[in-house]
């Protein structure tokens, strides 16, 4: 990711929980998504990834029913937010300034590699799905919130799917169309691609 990309994100830090669906402050919202995400991963303390955290409301949420969550992201700004949340709210998470393309992991090192509204912005998603992959422990799971959105840009289902099934036999889609997730209605294609070994 370029210094341009980090200086955007910079730029957005500030406002970016306003968003219901990044800050996950209204309590509805904040529900949809622990209940659409928990019952995915493996029990606590499972090692969860949390690659472009943003300001970490995903990893929070994570760490608050027991997971070791590692929080990447490339935006300082972004960071710095999600640490200070962590310390309001008394949870426990590690947040790492890194390109969510290459984080500092090793090979092999966590239960759950979860990305949210990121694999669409690279400009070579089947490599960095690569890198991905290859974090995950034997046994580990791959979910992806991506979406195609009204602008064009984006990754559509279809496409997310095919680039998974390059590496991972077991794939599922699920369309996130209800406005429980996002604080709003939608119309454009949003959804969540989980894939176990």
């Not at 960071?79 to 290459?102: H, L, Y």
């Not at 064009?152 to 599922?172: K, M, N, P």
């Not at 949003?190 to 894939?195: G, H, I, T, W």
């Amino acid at each position: 990711m370029s210094d341009e990309t980090r200086q955007y994100w910079d730029e957005q830090a500030a406002t970016f929980d306003d968003e219901a669906d990044h800050g996950l402050r209204d309590p509805a919202v904040r529900r949809a998504w622990a209940e659409l995400l928990l019952p995915l991963l493996p029990a606590a303390p499972a090692r969860v990834a949390d690659l472009g955290c943003g300001t970490g409301s995903l990893s929070l949420l994570l760490a608050e029913a027991g997971y070791d969550v590692h929080g990447v992201d490339l935006s300082p700004r972004m960071i710095d937010a999600a640490r200070a949340k962590a310390v309001a709210t008394g949870v426990q998470a590690r947040f790492s300034v890194a390109d969510a393309a290459v984080p500092p992991m090793e090979p092999g090192s966590v239960d759950v590699v979860l990305v949210r509204h990121v694999l669409w912005a690279f400009e070579e998603p089947a490599d960095v799905l690569v890198s991905w992959i290859s974090l995950l422990a034997p046994g580990g799971r791959l979910l992806l919130v991506e979406g195609r959105w009204s602008t064009g840009a984006g990754l559509a289902a279809t496409d997310c799917e095919a680039l998974v099934r390059q590496h991972r036999q077991q794939v599922r889609v699920q369309m996130l169309n209800e406005p429980s997730y996002w604080g709003k209605e939608v119309t454009d294609e949003r959804y969540l691609l989980v894939s176990s070994h």
